[in-house]
């Protein structure tokens, strides 16, 4: 599986942007899709993911400003960003994983990782 993230770039605080992420290859059974952030000097941190059924998980940060949705028939999964921070800047990481059940917040719990989209919040 390859994933292929988009849609970062540079933006106000209180702009929106869109990520999108491209899954190609082995993607029949790819059950969990979703987003990792990690900024300068800080550890990866979850985003927010989507399964295949439709259930949905935020990081407590993204509660309120991010939504992710998922389209299956285009194995796609994006991640929309409004009310963006300065601390928001990041490079944000598409992720996936075949496991049905998985551990939201723990990076080894996925399988694939994409190369990453950066996004830049100036105050």
């Known amino acids: 599986v390859q994933l292929q993230a988009s849609g970062g770039g540079l933006v106000q605080a209180g702009e929106s942007l869109r990520l999108s992420c491209r899954a190609s290859?082995?993607?029949?059974?790819?059950?969990?899709m979703g987003w990792y952030r990690q900024a300068p000097g800080k550890q990866r941190e979850f985003v927010a993911g989507c399964t295949l059924g439709g259930v949905k998980k935020y990081g407590d940060f993204a509660k309120g400003r991010f939504t992710i949705s998922r389209d299956n028939a285009k194995n796609t999964v994006y991640l929309q960003m409004d009310s963006l921070k300065p601390e928001d800047t990041a490079v944000y990481y598409c992720?996936?994983?075949?496991?049905?059940?998985?551990?939201?917040?723990?990076?080894?719990?996925?399988?694939?990782w994409g190369q990453g989209t950066l996004v830049t919040v100036s105050s």
């Open positions: 290859g082995r993607i029949l059974s790819l059950n969990t």
């Open positions: 992720t996936a994983t075949y496991a049905r059940r998985v551990e939201w917040t723990v990076t080894g719990s996925y399988d694939f």
